[in-house]
Every structure is written in structure tokens, then in C-alpha cells.
């Protein structure tokens, strides 16, 4: 044990006992929430959830066509948003770190990340809705997709340059060219950080309802059509909490523990799979 | 690896998506007001098992429901705000009233339990005003020979988002108050002198039966699920009565619809020794020329036989039916406007 | 040299052939990647710069109506059709200052505590449990923040912070008024949640980053946990420590169904934080829905133009900063 001085010791156990006092706020915040869901959601979740659809009030029934369409517009809104998030972050730090463009579409999507999501929800409107004529599950995931660009182009950028330099020159002195240094090394050495950028987009669009709501409308029915009104959790979740009957403010506290419950799961899983490193 | 993952999943994606906009042509959706969206999905879960066709209404207030009409995205909208005759004739649309329903005063006061206080127009204006400042105002008092008010300050509670509720509710302080109207008006979102806003009736509500002294004004169904000390209020003809649906019915049934223009025709204030003062309607508003004017016939069927057959399931849910008078009236004028080709695309009567 | 001694073997021509065909193969995969991202950016560019652009002509109405006065001036009246944004601006930069203040000592503060303190075996459920809380969709944080959390707020904290705070003289009166529950104070309480693992998972992840060899050479020359990491570990991983609090000051500036629910929507600016207020977004998705004349939109759009323009502000101000900390760090 080295000798501190007092002061320094001191000052070490306060920081620390902060630290730690920050870490047990954090805690207490999720149980906060976590237990409302819980208290309020839990009655509500029969297997009849996940097998029947949105009931008008006063009947029984689940929310089958609000999770199935979700789940189709969330996938399909990932997996537009975050490749074009990933190689526009790419360029940002690799191919064109000292461009004139860079800079450009760097402001830009910060300034996007901070956009109000219902502003996206009417440019699509704009853009797709009014074109095709009517309310579509298409336009809702390309209005997630472009929720999902800018946190994944930013978190890539952020954590590609974080990468030392040392580990690309060695890369390629070895020869290999610049796209394996970028797929082999780069990536790899950031990828914990990439996985968190998609969680956090997954996350933010999970539970969007201002964007939806002008752009895949919503739907009563059971429908797998994308070019149709579709239905999504958020949306039914926003209806129902705010509306006077309980059978449908106990779907929506539901609902909310179903998105809750899933996203917990899938830090899990893509931790786990995604990541040795924060295991450390 | 995973990127190539990631890369041939969005290739998919795109496909699918591409695939999907070529299909098939719109189905039947209409969208718009908050207030008549519980009633519209009990219809339209009936008629679904009934018929087999799926209307699809979704609730994005009845401003958005005016706009989504006008720019031709959904087969119909609804809105508690009437348009006036002019706008429907620019536009080329044709509205009338779907259900209509009540908006009652709710109070949060030590020992006043519901029906026991009793405002009249002019009172709940000063009250909104902020000029009726605290419970025992001489103004509340007189209203109120009988009833202990306590000295507690008065919290105003209203609605923070643009809502046909508050459109309907600030018409009817409009038209009892000079004063009212002058200085705020009627709309679906006012400048408020006081109080807090609260986001939708739920909110409202929530907030009434938490704050002592709060006063705010919701929709009939959410004071009665919610169990809120509803008021009293005077009507046009300086009768008291409860808020119930039987004067809910006595507003609607002494409306003049055959007069109104457009059935442009708001029902607060109406005259009627029985009739609630703060009643309102929900319109439903379609294009007289459609673009699919087989999605329009669907949509006029669904509404005829809403007329027809979701009276019981609309008074279930305190909604006010349109009196059988009306709806006659309704299915005249409809038939003749929605048309295509030169013929109405579908017969109501 | 290995190459210049098999170049006369003619086993050393067929590989040199063939890694003529290697060199081409990477040259063509290199460009097409190059070119991939490229693209990218550009669609990012065209996309957002559209947002924009749309922005900018939805908000011409009433920029000709109001002008400037636009931007300094509380009025929100629909009815006279008189609109001005200044009560949604203060709101926008008060919520966000209440939740930073909160997000980024408690978010650091959690970093610290995951990447020092906390057993090994406890920092993956721990770190995951603070991410959830970014998890948490914004509409949940909005009926949550209706129906649990202002309620609690109404019953429990706000009257003892009326009751304690209120009377200091001048600083007291960001804490007076009665408990609505509903205000300022509790949209951006609620925004300091969301936010919080934003900064957090990303002070943790670059946290991590920092050679173990630099944190060793602290701990050799007898410095404190504390000492190491402030000046160690913070110094190295400043960069992305403020990525971290950029990303969070950019969610709270934007947010917007959670503080729907909660903020009240007034268009007014009092002294209080108890009271009722209205941020940018809030207004935008109160109203938005319900707003029927043309200058009445074109407000509230030129509102979400404004919003942009703070966070482009905000963003520059923060990148002069890191500019002025590299530099120093580099003289």
C-alpha cells in the first residue's frame, strides 16, 4: 500500500463513495419504473396478449396486430437505417475523416439527433404519404429508418476514431488493404461501442409514436400488408393509456411492459454476443 | 461477417419493401377526432364480424382528421370542429354529425360530492378567466345556497394538447361571456389566462382527482369511469340540470340540424328546459367526388348501418345516438353529394 | 528482399501473377467499400438536408408574418392567430440545463464507478440495468411520468421543496407556487432519466478504451483510483466522453412524448421551475394534430426550425470547446 497523504485519501473516498452513490441513483430510477410496469402491466399479461387483436372497449382481446407490426416496422426501420448509419459513420472517420463533406453531414446529423421525431414523421408524411395517397407501413419504418441513421452514423464515428492509429498502420504494413483494415481491425476494435449506437437506435425507435402516427397510421385489424395503415404498439399503447376505459389503460400498461421486457432481452442478447470487452 | 449479414438483410428489406408498394390498392381508413375513436372501433369490430369489411379508424385528432381528408389520404375523416359551409364547398367535401356527447365540469372539493355544486356559464367563464379566485366567491355562493364551499384556492385544470373537447368547451364559455370572447375565444387550443395543462382527458382527469381545488372539464365517459364530482350546470333556458344522458339527448333533439348549412351546427348552449348546456358532435367529413368511389360506398354502408345498428352499443359507451329525424335528414343529403361518374355511389336510405 | 530473391524463380512469377490478381481484387473491393460509404454519407446528406430544406419553406409563412419578432416574444395565441416562440425556447433550454445538471455528474459518476469500483462479476448486470433506462421507450417515461411519477412528485418532493428551498431569498423563487406535479421541474427530472445512459454506456465504453498501460503508470507513480482517473483516463477519453454528453444534450433537447405528458404547455415563462411550461417538441406534438390554419402550422414548424437552429449552436459552442482543450493539450 502506497502512503497517501490524507487529503488525498479523503478526497479519493468521497469521489469514489459519489461514484458509487451516482451508480445505486441510476438503480433506484430503473426499479422506480421497472416496478410501475410491473404493478400496473403484470394482470394484464394472459396469453390471450399475444394471440387476439386490438379490442374495441368493453371486449376482450390482445395486441397480436399492434406487436406483429412493430416488430416488421422496427426490423424493417433497422435494417434500412443502420447500414446507411454505419457507412456514412464509416466515411465520417475512415475514408473521409479530413474532408470538406464530413463536416457538412456531421453537423447535420447532430443536429438531426436532436430533431423531434414527429418533424421526421411529416417529412415522410411528405415525402411518401402524400405521393402514394394513403397511410402506409412502408412509410412508418422509413420514418424509423431515419431516426435510426443518425444515432448509429454518430455512435460509429465516435467510436471508430477512438481506434488507435498504431492498430491500422500495423494492419496495413501487413499489406491487407484498407477495407480489411476497416472491416478487420477498425470494426472489431469498436465494435462494443457500434453494438451500443444500435441498441440505443433500436431503443429509441421501439417506442416512437409521434412519427408513426403520420406516416403507418395505425390499424385495428390484423394486417400483414405493408402498403397498408399498420398497427404498432406505441401507437395503441398512446391510445389506450390516454383513453377512459380500463380494460384498455390495463392493455396499454401491458404494452408498455411487453416493449419494456423485449428491449431489456435484447441488450442481453446483443451484449452477449456483440461484446467481450465491457465483460471486463 | 456480421456486416455481410447486415448488408444482405437490408438488400432484402428493400426488395420486400418494393414489393409491397406495388400491391394492392388502399383498404378503407378514416381518421381524425379523439372523441368518437372507442366508439368507431366498437362499430367496426361489429360490423367486421358481421360483414367481413374492416374499416379502419384511427384517432389523430380531429384537426389531422380535416387535414388527411383534404389531402386525400384516408376514405374519411372525423372531427369535433364543424367546417363551415364555405371550406366544404372549396374543398369539395360534405360533412355531417356521426354521435354526439357531453362535456362536464369536474371538481375536486372537500365534502362536495357529484351533482351537488352548481355553476352556470358565466360563473365557469370567471372561473377559467381566473377572476373567481377561491371556492366560497360570493358568485359560487349564490349559485350554491345550500352547500359548505371551502375558502381553498381555485387550481384550473386544462387541456395542454388541441383537442375538440376544449374547441367545443371554450365555444359554449364563448357564447355565455362576453367576456370570454373577447379575450380568449374558441378554439381547439386557446391562449389560457390560468391554470395548468394537462395532456388529453386522462390527463385531466388524473389531475383533478389529485389537486384539492382543481376544477377542469372532460368528456361524460371520463368523469364517469374515473367516479370525478361532476357539477351541475344552468342551461340556456336557466334551468339546472345533471349532466346525464338524457340531457345530452334533450341538446341534440332541440339542435335545428334542418337549417344549419352544411350541418354546421354546434350543440353547446342549446335551448330545452332539459338540455346540458356543454353537448357536442363529432362530423364525419368525405370528399363529394372521390378518387375510390368503390372505398366510399364501403365507407357510406358502414355508416348507414352504424345509423341503423350501433345505437345500444354507442349508448354503452355514454355516446348519444343522431335521433332517427336527423338521420333521415343525413341520408338525403349525403346521397345526393357523394357522387361518381354522375351517380351517388351509394344509397343510404 | 524476399522478393527480389525469387523474382528470377519461376515459381516466383506465378505468385507474382497472382498477386497481381490479389493486389486488383483489393483495389476493386477497397474502391467499392470506399465508395459504399461515400454514398452513404451523401444519402445521409440528402436525407437530413431535406428535413431541412422542408423545414425552411414550411416555416416561410410565418416568418413573413412575424419576422423576428417571432423569436422574442411569448404570445401563443390561436385564436388571433399571434405566435411567438420565445416561452417554448426558455423551456426547450431550461428542461435540458435541469436534466444535464442531473445526467452528466450522475452518468460520470456511473462510468466511474462500472469501470473502477464494481466487482467484476456485477458490471455487466449493473451497466445493463443503467443502458435499460435508454431502453425504455419515450411514451412509457410519458404515461409513467403522468400517472406514477408526477403524482409522487406532487405529494411527496414538491411541497418539501416549496417548503425549504422557496424561502431563500432570489433562488428561492425557481421553487415557488403549489405543487401541480406537472411543470418544468418534472420534464426535465424525467429527461435526466432518459439521458442518463447515454452518457453512462458511452463513458464506459471509451472509458474502456484508454491503454491499461497508461492507468498502470498512474497507479506506478502512486496515484489515488480517483487521481488516475481524472488525470488519466478523463483527459484520454474526453472526445468521446462529450460524443456521449452531445448525444444526450441532443435527445433532451428533442424529446418529445415524455415531456408531452408532463410540461403542461404553457407558453409562458415563469420564475418558478414548479409551474407549467412548454418546450419546443411538446408544443409541436400538443398542437401539431389539432393546429387547422396555415399560420398556426407553419408556427409550430418554423418552432421545429428553431430547435434546430439551438442544437446547431449548442453543437458549435461544444466543438470550439474540444478544439480549445485539444490544442492546449497539444501546446
Not at chain 1, 406487436?67 to 424493417?76: D, E, K, Q, R
Not at chain 1, 481506434?163 to 469498436?190: D, I
Not at chain 1, 423485449?262 to 442481453?268: D, E, F, K
Not at chain 3, 480517483?226 to 444534450?249: C, D, H, K, Q, Y
Request: charged share 15%; proline share 5%; with cysteine.
Amino acid at each position: 500500500m502506497p502512503s497517501y497523504s490524507k487529503k488525498r485519501r479523503t478526497s479519493n473516498a468521497v469521489f469514489l463513495g459519489l461514484s458509487f452513490g451516482a451508480a445505486a441513483l441510476g438503480l433506484v430510477a430503473l426499479v422506480f419504473i421497472l416496478a410501475a410496469l410491473l404493478w400496473n402491466g403484470i394482470a394484464g399479461l394472459k396469453p390471450s396478449v399475444f394471440t387476439e387483436m386490438t379490442p374495441p372497449p368493453g371486449s376482450a382481446g390482445g395486441l397480436l396486430n399492434a406487436i406483429y407490426g412493430s416488430v416488421v416496422m422496427t426490423v424493417l426501420g433497422l435494417l434500412i437505417g443502420a447500414p446507411i448509419g454505419l457507412l456514412a459513420g464509416t466515411y465520417m472517420a475512415e475514408h473521409g475523416r479530413y474532408s470538406k463533406l464530413t463536416i457538412v453531414v456531421r453537423f447535420l446529423n447532430d443536429i438531426l439527433l436532436s430533431a423531434p421525431s414527429i418533424i421526421i414523421g411529416l417529412f415522410v408524411y411528405e415525402v411518401v404519404v402524400t405521393r402514394l395517397g394513403h397511410f402506409s407501413g412502408v412509410a412508418g419504418a422509413l420514418a424509423l429508418a431515419m431516426l435510426v441513421i443518425p444515432v448509429v452514423a454518430r455512435t460509429t464515428e465516435d467510436m471508430l476514431l477512438l481506434v488507435p492509429n498504431t492498430l491500422r498502420e500495423a494492419a496495413s504494413a501487413m499489406g491487407l488493404p484498407r477495407s480489411h483494415v476497416v472491416w478487420k481491425v477498425a470494426y472489431a476494435a469498436a465494435r462494443p461501442g457500434i453494438v451500443t449506437g444500435l441498441l440505443l437506435a433500436f431503443a429509441r425507435i421501439s417506442g416512437e409514436t409521434a412519427p408513426l402516427l403520420f406516416t403507418a397510421l395505425n390499424n385495428q385489424f390484423w394486417n400483414t400488408d405493408l402498403n397498408q395503415p399498420t398497427a404498432s404498439l406505441p401507437t395503441v399503447i398512446f391510445q389506450f393509456a390516454l383513453s377512459p376505459y380500463k380494460d384498455w389503460q390495463q392493455l396499454a400498461w401491458t404494452g408498455a411492459l411487453i416493449i419494456t421486457a423485449t428491449v431489456l432481452l435484447l441488450s442481453i442478447a446483443a451484449r452477449s454476443l456483440g461484446s467481450t470487452r465491457t465483460a471486463k | 461477417m456480421t456486416m455481410k449479414v447486415i448488408a444482405r438483410a437490408a438488400l432484402a428489406a428493400t426488395v420486400l419493401a418494393a414489393g409491397a408498394l406495388s400491391a394492392r390498392a388502399a383498404d378503407i381508413s378514416g381518421a381524425g377526432s379523439t372523441f368518437i375513436y372507442p366508439v368507431f372501433a366498437k362499430w367496426a369490430d361489429t360490423y367486421k364480424k358481421d360483414t367481413g369489411t374492416g374499416i379502419n379508424y384511427q384517432s389523430i385528432g380531429s384537426g389531422g382528421g380535416i387535414k388527411q381528408i383534404k389531402a386525400n389520404t384516408v376514405t374519411f375523416g372525423a372531427t369535433d370542429a364543424p367546417l363551415m359551409e364555405k371550406d366544404l364547398n372549396d374543398n369539395g367535401l360534405v360533412q355531417w354529425p356521426m354521435i354526439m356527447g357531453g362535456i362536464v365540469p369536474v371538481v375536486n372539493l372537500d365534502g362536495v360530492k357529484a351533482g351537488e355544486l352548481v355553476l352556470d356559464g358565466d360563473t365557469l367563464a370567471k372561473i377559467f378567466m381566473g377572476t373567481v379566485k377561491t371556492w366560497n366567491d360570493p358568485a359560487i355562493a349564490k349559485l350554491n345556497p345550500g352547500v359548505k364551499l371551502p375558502e381553498t384556492a381555485i387550481v384550473v385544470v386544462h387541456r395542454s394538447d388541441g383537442s375538440g373537447t376544449t374547441f367545443n368547451f371554450t365555444n359554449y364559455l364563448s357564447k355565455v361571456s362576453a367576456d370570454w370572447k373577447g379575450k380568449v375565444g374558441e378554439n381547439s387550443a386557446v391562449e389560457w389566462p390560468v391554470g395548468l395543462g394537462a395532456k388529453g382527458n386522462e390527463g385531466v382527469a388524473q389531475n383533478v382527482a389529485n389537486t384539492k381545488g382543481a376544477v377542469g372539464y372532460v368528456e361524460y365517459a371520463y368523469a364517469k369511469q374515473n367516479n370525478l364530482v361532476t357539477t351541475k350546470m344552468v342551461n340556456h333556458d336557466g334551468k339546472t340540470v345533471a349532466p346525464a344522458m338524457d340531457s345530452f339527448s334533450s341538446a341534440a333533439a332541440n339542435a335545428d340540424w334542418e337549417h344549419a348549412p352544411g350541418f354546421y351546427q354546434i350543440l353547446t348552449d342549446q335551448p330545452g328546459a332539459q338540455s346540458w348546456p356543454i353537448t357536442a358532435s363529432t362530423f364525419v367529413v368525405m370528399h363529394k367526388d372521390p378518387k375510390d368511389a368503390a372505398a366510399s360506398a364501403e365507407a357510406l354502408k358502414f355508416f348507414s348501418w352504424a345509423f341503423k345498428n350501433g345505437q345500444k352499443e354507442a349508448e354503452a359507451l355514454d355516446y348519444i345516438p343522431i335521433p332517427q329525424k336527423v338521420v333521415t335528414l343525413i341520408a338525403a343529403k349525403v346521397d345526393s353529394s357523394i357522387m361518381s361518374g354522375g351517380k351517388p355511389v351509394y344509397d343510404m336510405k | 528482399m524476399a522478393d527480389i530473391t525469387l523474382q528470377d524463380r519461376p515459381v516466383a512469377r506465378r505468385i507474382d501473377a497472382g498477386r497481381a490478381a490479389v493486389l486488383s481484387r483489393f483495389r476493386t473491393v477497397d474502391s467499392i467499400f470506399a465508395g459504399l460509404t461515400l454514398g452513404a454519407a451523401i444519402l445521409v446528406l440528402v436525407l437530413l438536408g431535406g428535413v431541412l430544406v422542408s423545414l425552411v419553406v414550411g416555416s416561410l409563412p410565418a416568418f413573413n408574418a412575424f419576422g423576428w419578432r417571432f423569436l422574442v416574444t411569448q404570445t401563443w395565441n390561436p385564436n388571433d392567430d399571434v405566435y411567438g416562440a420565445l416561452g417554448a425556447i426558455y423551456g426547450t433550454i431550461v428542461t435540458s440545463l435541469i436534466a444535464m445538471a442531473i445526467a452528466i455528474p450522475v452518468g460520470i459518476g456511473i462510468a466511474i464507478f462500472l469501470t473502477e469500483l464494481c466487482p467484476f462479476g456485477l458490471r455487466k448486470p449493473i451497466g445493463m440495468a443503467i443502458e435499460l433506462l435508454a431502453g425504455i421507450p419515450s411514451i412509457i417515461y410519458g404515461i409513467w411520468g403522468l400517472f406514477v411519477f408526477a403524482p409522487f412528485l406532487q405529494s411527496t418532493v414538491e411541497p418539501a421543496l416549496i417548503a425549504v428551498l422557496g424561502p431563500i431569498p432570489v433562488f428561492g423563487a425557481l421553487f415557488q407556487g403549489p405543487p401541480y406535479g406537472i411543470g418544468v421541474l418534472t420534464a426535465g427530472l424525467i429527461l435526466g432519466i432518459m439521458v442518463l445512459p447515454f452518457i453512462s454506456s458511452v463513458s464506459r465504453d471509451v472509458f474502456l478504451t484508454v491503454p491499461p498501460v497508461l492507468k498502470e503508470a498512474g497507479y506506478g507513480l502512486g496515484c489515488t483510483t480517483w487521481e488516475v482517473m481524472r488525470n488519466v483516463v478523463i483527459p484520454f477519453s474526453r472526445t468521446g466522453v462529450i460524443g456521449g454528453v452531445m448525444l444526450a444534450l441532443g435527445r433532451a433537447l428533442g424529446e418529445t412524448m415524455a415531456v408531452t405528458f408532463v410540461i403542461g404547455n404553457a407558453h409562458k415563462i415563469s420564475a418558478s421551475i414548479l409551474l407549467p411550461g412548454t418546450t419546443i417538441s411538446a408544443a409541436i406534438a400538443n398542437e401539431f394534430t389539432e393546429a387547422v390554419g396555415d399560420l398556426y402550422t407553419s408556427s409550430l414548424i418554423e418552432l421545429g426550425l428553431i430547435l434546430f437552429v439551438i442544437t446547431f449552436i449548442v453543437l458549435a459552442i461544444a466543438r470550439y470547446m474540444l478544439l480549445r482543450i485539444q490544442r492546449r493539450a497539444g501546446a
